[in-house]
C-alpha cells in the first residue's frame, strides 16, 4: 500500500480506501475512520487445528501465508505473533491476493493471515473457517486517506459521505 498513499500524496489518487496507514506511510495523509475490521487467521474447513482448545499454540506446527512486508496489515500480523511469542515466524507464503490464497489454503495445511472482509464471501459459503484467535491486536481501523495537500473537492466529498452512508447501512 506505500504505493497508494504515494500516488495520493503525489495527487495522483484523490483518496484511498482501506485501513489505516502506520505511522510511517501516514505522512502527509489524512485518515477518516469509517469501521473497524480484523484480521483473521484462516483455513480449510477440515484443518486440524480447528480441534485445538488453544489454536495460537500450534499456528507454528503449520505453514503460514502471510501478508506481503509492504501490506497494510503485515505490521498487525508481526505485532500480533509477536505477543504469542512467535516474533520470528515467518510465511511460507505472502500474498493478500484472494485468488492465490483460497487456492493455497483449499489444497493445504496452510493457515492464511488476511483481512476479514477479503474472504467474507469464502466464510459466508464455508469454503474456509476463520481459526479462533482472541486477540484484539489482530483489529484496525478501515477508512478514508486523502492527502493534506489536495484542494478541497466536492467530488470527494460527495464520494466520502456516500461511502459513510453505505457503511452505517451494512
Request: hydrophobic share 45%.
Amino acid at each position: 500500500n506505500w504505493l497508494l498513499f504515494n500516488q495520493l500524496r503525489d495527487q495522483t489518487l484523490d483518496l484511498v480506501v482501506g485501513r489505516m496507514p502506520e505511522k510511517e506511510t501516514a505522512a502527509g495523509v489524512t485518515f477518516r475512520q469509517l469501521y473497524i475490521e480484523d484480521v483473521v487467521l484462516v483455513c480449510r474447513p477440515d484443518h486440524p487445528i480447528l480441534g485445538s482448545d488453544s489454536p495460537e499454540w500450534h499456528i507454528s506446527d503449520h505453514p503460514l501465508i502471510m501478508p506481503p512486508r509492504g501490506a497494510v496489515i503485515s505490521q498487525t500480523v508481526e505485532r500480533y505473533l509477536t505477543s504469542i511469542g512467535l516474533p520470528e515466524m515467518r510465511g511460507a507464503f505472502e500474498t493478500v491476493a484472494l485468488p492465490v490464497g483460497r487456492k493455497i489454503v483449499g489444497i493445504s495445511d496452510a493457515l492464511w493471515f488476511i483481512s476479514r472482509g477479503v474472504v467474507a464471501d469464502e466464510l459466508t459459503a464455508k469454503t474456509i473457517v476463520v481459526v479462533p484467535l482472541a486477540s484484539p491486536l489482530l483489529s484496525g481501523a478501515v477508512g478514508i486517506s486523502v492527502s493534506r495537500s489536495s484542494p478541497l473537492s466536492v467530488e470527494r466529498s460527495v464520494f466520502a459521505e456516500c461511502l459513510e452512508k453505505a457503511v452505517d447501512v451494512a
